[in-house]
Structure formats: C-alpha cells, structure tokens
C-alpha cells in the first residue's frame, strides 16, 4: 500500500466547510428516512441511470421499501448501473457503498447488512455523527427551501441555514404565505417590499446567505426594472391574473433585485444556482450561463455572489467573471460528482486565472447525511489529485499545495460567510 502524500494526509485531515446540502431535517432522517436502496441510489443517480436505459417500472420498483427483497430490486436497473458505474454519480454511490457501508457488492446479503448499519444512524444524533465525525465537516449550509433559518436542536452549531429568495426571482408573489410570515397584507409595491423587508428583519440574523435556484424556472439574464413597470405586473398577479413570460421575468428581476440589496443590508452572500439542472430531459442550456448575470453583477458591487456548480458546462465563463468582477466567488458544490474530471480541470485552471481566494471547495447538495459524507470523500480525492497534478507538473511544491487546499475547503469560506455571527444569532435566540 503507497504511503500517503503530506498533501493527501492534510487534506483528509482538514475539517471542511460544506457550502452547499439540501440536507432534511432530524425527524425526517430517524422516522422517515430511506432504506439502504433508497439511500444508496438516491440523489442524483437516478438521472444516470435514467439515461442509460432504465425503465421507469424498475425505478419505482428500486424505490419501494415496501419490498424487502434487495436483490430483486437491484436487478432491475443492474444493466444501467453497469453502464453508469464509473460516471461521477456513478463513483459517489460506489464510495458511499464501499466506504461507509462496507459494501462489496450489491448481493442480497451484504444490503441487509448495511441495512442494519443504516438503521443505527438513523437514531437521534446519528445526522450529526456522520457529517462532523465521518465526514469531518465544520459545519455544512442547508437551502431549506424557505424563509424560516431557526437554530436546528439537532446542531445549533453544525447546522445553518439559507433564506430562499428563489420564489421572488420567478415573479412568484404568494401573498397569503407572506401575509401569515410577517402581518403584512400585500396590495401593491409598497407593501410588497415592506414584506420583504420584514422577512429580513425576522431571519436575516439566523441565516448564513441568501440562496435563489431561480434558473430552474427562468434565465439567469437579469434586467434593471422600474418601480411603474413591477406594479403593474405585480397588481395582475395579485388578482389572479396569469402573467406572461415576459411579466413574470419582468416582475422577477425586480423582485431579485431587492434581495440582492436587502442580503447587502445584512452582509449575507447571495448564491445562485448557475449551470446543470438536476433530473432528466428539461434544461434549456441557453439559458443557465453565469455571463446572463453581468449587469446583476456589475450593479451591486457591494454584494457577495456565490455562483454555484461551477456553471457547468459553462465553467470557463464563470472562471472569467471570477477574475474580472470583485464580488464574485466559485464554488464547487455538486459539481466533483457531476463531471469529476471538468471539476479536476476547473480547479487546476482556476488557480492560473483567477484569485485563490475565491474559489469553495464542497459542497454535497444531497438530502441524507450518508451521501453527503460519501459526497465529501469524493471531493477530497478529486482535490487532492487536482493538486497533485500541478506539484508533478512542477506549477506548484508540496507547501504551496497544502496551503492552497487550506485556502479552498475553509479558508475562504470563513471569510465570505460570517459563520461566528450567525452562530452567535443562533445562540442568542
């Protein structure tokens, strides 16, 4: 067996920032969580194995816990995973089978073993155990798809939170939600953004950022709008009006736009999802690039844009805007499992372009603790390969290395998010 590297060593060692899960809460994980099925070929393999032939009956027979016959449910999709096994996706659920579960292979006998593991973590602390202890991970950042950034019992400490800002990006006004989040009746502009300012007021201290996965729904193309304009739209929403496309963005920019100034009011970053979209058969890649956000970017300097997934496949783009503009940062989340060789090269090309400084090294993106933590082996290879490839290539020492790997899983993290303060806020709640 080869003796690790000093750079492999300190980068296992390292307690890494995690900027990016849509981890489920305690009671999900202890009373409804997955089986070991469910957990192994849960996230995002599904999308591989979809595109590589497999049918929506063995999908749904893979998923039914209801059925305790492991082996006859791997068989159904055994042809796809074979065809998937070495993608990204693919090398994940092989970590998180091989390294957290011990799993060999997929024979009946060794799922109910790990299936009995899987039902010791999903205890009360289990959550916790696996990303701190496991993964050893400092604390990981949760887009909870809400508002709300309530101290988590679970890990006061370990967990923080998002305030989605996603809905607004959209043009997507629901009044009678926000009415019962802040008294505030939404009649016209005014209102509207005494709203949302209201929504800061009571969970801007608690979250750690801003998040918005608008480009799910719409472009990232972003447009100064007018308060005249967004009323209009605003006041056809709020009768029920179905609004066109152009409304919807319309509205959308306008609303996006308040909440890049409202995150400046309270020193919170903003992230955006940028790039691929997860699932199968729906991305209008015209219409992910990070370049569609310039004018965002070049209107608020003063906010910290974190732009997500390295905007794969548009990687290169996102690499320039990180050089040219002062308040963006690139981060890696999701995207050492999506295409861990394009990530590898971002990396090695990020370093010659860009300031290491604002680059973010993981990020699971995933629902159960079990991925993420397989999800952060992931990454630690992938970077240490990254940058072992620049040492033999004679770009960088060893100490040069290991410093730049400091800088890209924490460093830069602690200084972009005020981790302490939001800590503090929970603690004080």
Same mark, same amino acid.
């Given at each position: 067996?080869?003796?690790?590297?000093?750079?492999?060593?300190?980068?296992?060692?390292?307690?890494?920032?995690?900027?990016?899960?849509?981890?489920?809460?305690?009671?999900?994980?202890?009373?409804?969580?997955?089986?070991?099925?469910?957990?192994?070929?849960?996230?995002?393999?599904?999308?591989?194995?979809?595109?590589?032939?497999?049918?929506?009956?063995?999908?749904?027979?893979? %998923?039914?816990?209801?059925?305790?016959?492991?082996?006859?449910?791997?068989? $159904?999709?055994?042809?796809?995973?074979?065809?998937? *096994?070495?993608? $990204?996706?693919?090398?994940?659920?092989?970590?998180?089978?091989?390294?957290?579960?011990?799993?060999?292979?997929?024979?009946?006998?060794?799922?109910?073993?790990?299936?009995?593991?899987?039902?010791?973590?999903?205890?009360?602390?289990?959550?916790?155990?696996?990303?701190?202890?496991?993964?050893?991970?400092?604390?990981? *950042?949760?887009?909870?798809?809400?508002?709300?950034?309530?101290?988590?019992?679970?890990?006061?400490?370990?967990?923080?939170?998002?305030?989605?800002?996603?809905?607004?990006?959209?043009?997507?006004?629901?009044?009678?939600?926000?009415?019962?989040?802040?008294?505030?009746?939404?009649?016209?502009?005014?209102?509207?953004?005494?709203?949302?300012?209201?929504?800061?007021?009571?969970?801007?201290?608690?979250?750690?950022?801003?998040?918005?996965?608008?480009?799910? %729904?719409?472009?990232?193309?972003?447009?100064?709008?007018?308060?005249?304009?967004?009323?209009?739209?605003?006041?056809? !929403?709020?009768?029920?009006?179905?609004?066109?496309?152009?409304?919807?963005?319309?509205?959308?920019?306008?609303?996006?736009?308040?909440?890049?100034?409202?995150?400046?009011?309270?020193?919170?970053?903003?992230?955006?999802?940028?790039?691929?979209?997860? $699932?199968?058969?729906?991305?209008?890649?015209?219409?992910?690039? !990070?370049?569609?956000?310039?004018?965002?970017?070049?209107?608020?300097?003063?906010?910290?844009?974190?732009?997500?997934?390295?905007?794969?496949?548009?990687?290169?783009?996102?690499? $320039?805007?990180?050089?040219?503009?002062?308040?963006?940062?690139?981060?890696?989340?999701?995207?050492?499992?999506?295409?861990?060789?394009?990530?590898?090269?971002?990396?090695?090309?990020?370093?010659?372009?860009?300031?290491?400084?604002?680059?973010?090294?993981?990020?699971?993106?995933?629902?159960?603790?079990?991925?993420?933590?397989?999800?952060?082996?992931?990454?630690?290879?992938?970077?240490?390969?990254?940058?072992?490839?620049?040492?033999? %290539?004679?770009?960088? %020492?060893?100490?040069?290395?290991?410093?730049?790997?400091?800088?890209?899983?924490?460093?830069?993290?602690?200084?972009?998010?005020?981790?302490?303060?939001?800590?503090?806020?929970?603690?004080?709640?």
């Amino acid at each position: 067996m080869l003796m690790k590297t000093d750079l492999e060593q300190s980068i296992e060692e390292t307690a890494l920032v995690d900027t990016h899960e849509h981890l489920r809460k305690e009671d999900d994980w202890t009373d409804r969580g997955p089986d070991i099925l469910q957990d192994l070929f849960g996230n995002y393999i599904p999308a591989d194995l979809i595109s590589a032939g497999a049918t929506p009956e063995a999908m749904q027979a893979l %998923n039914d816990a209801n059925n305790k016959d492991f082996s006859a449910r791997f068989s $159904g999709i055994q042809s796809a995973w074979e065809a998937v *096994q070495h993608t $990204g996706y693919g090398e994940a659920v092989s970590i998180l089978a091989n390294e957290i579960y011990g799993i060999d292979d997929f024979s009946g006998a060794s799922l109910e073993r790990a299936q009995t593991q899987l039902l010791e973590w999903r205890q009360p602390g289990g959550r916790l155990h696996l990303l701190r202890d496991k993964a050893r991970l400092d604390h990981v *950042q949760t887009d909870d798809f809400c508002w709300p950034c309530p101290p988590d019992p679970s890990g006061r400490d370990f967990f923080l939170y998002d305030l989605s800002w996603a809905g607004f990006c959209s043009g997507q006004i629901d009044a009678a939600t926000l009415h019962e989040e802040t008294d505030i009746e939404v009649t016209n502009l005014t209102s509207l953004r005494q709203a949302m300012q209201a929504l800061f007021a009571r969970h801007g201290r608690c979250a750690i950022a801003v998040k918005a996965q608008h480009a799910y %729904n719409r472009t990232l193309r972003w447009e100064e709008r007018s308060d005249d304009d967004a009323e209009r739209v605003l006041i056809q !929403s709020l009768r029920g009006d179905t609004l066109t496309e152009k409304d919807r963005l319309l509205l959308g920019d306008w609303c996006w736009a308040r909440g890049v100034e409202l995150a400046i009011e309270y020193d919170l970053p903003f992230k955006i999802h940028t790039g691929y979209y997860a $699932g199968n058969n729906n991305m209008p890649v015209d219409r992910i690039r !990070s370049g569609h956000l310039c004018p965002l970017l070049a209107r608020y300097l003063d906010c910290r844009f974190v732009l997500m997934h390295i905007s794969y496949p548009y990687s290169g783009e996102l690499i $320039g805007l990180v050089k040219h503009y002062q308040n963006v940062w690139a981060d890696l989340c999701w995207a050492w499992s999506i295409d861990p060789f394009s990530s590898s090269h971002f990396v090695r090309q990020f370093i010659h372009a860009a300031p290491a400084n604002k680059l973010f090294a993981f990020g699971g993106d995933t629902s159960w603790p079990t991925s993420s933590a397989a999800y952060a082996i992931q990454a630690r290879r992938w970077l240490n390969r990254s940058l072992q490839a620049e040492i033999d %290539n004679g770009f960088l %020492n060893e100490p040069q290395a290991m410093a730049l790997a400091q800088r890209l899983m924490r460093e830069n993290q602690l200084a972009c998010f005020d981790i302490e303060g939001t800590r503090s806020a929970l603690a004080a709640v």
